[in-house]
């Protein structure tokens, strides 16, 4: 069965950094899309980035771009995403998931198959 397992969130002030680390067990996933959401008290889960199954190809939102930096390492079978300059408003809990390859929609929910159980990240201004 294979687990998605979130670290690296905590507590921090507006302009400070974070490293968020999705490790995967299970089986390995290196042929998946991996991507990062977070959703926020009372909001729906959002897209924040997503990276191919090769690490050629990253997409990131608009709130996120130039700030956040997606990467993977399949050897370890794990995912990285560098967050810095926070926002208060990136304040959320956010989830690691998992793509089959091949799948085009991969800024929506819906393209994943597998889900990490959350890690919070507060940002305070």
């Known amino acids: 069965q294979v687990q998605l397992v979130e670290s690296g969130g905590g507590l921090v002030q507006a302009g400070g950094s974070l490293t968020l680390s999705c490790a995967t067990s299970?089986?390995?996933?290196?042929?998946?899309?991996r991507g990062w959401f977070r959703q926020a008290p009372g909001k729906e889960r959002e897209f924040v980035s997503y990276v191919s199954w090769s690490g050629g190809s990253t997409s990131y939102a608009d709130s996120v771009k130039g700030r956040f930096t997606i990467s993977r390492d399949n050897a370890k079978n794990t995912v990285f995403l560098q967050m810095n300059s926070l926002k208060p408003e990136d304040t959320a809990v956010y989830y690691c998931a998992a793509a089959p390859g091949g799948r085009s929609y991969l800024r929506t929910v819906a393209a994943y198959d597998y889900w990490g159980q959350g890690t919070q990240v507060t940002v305070s201004s």
């Open positions: 299970g089986r390995t996933l290196s042929m998946y899309a």
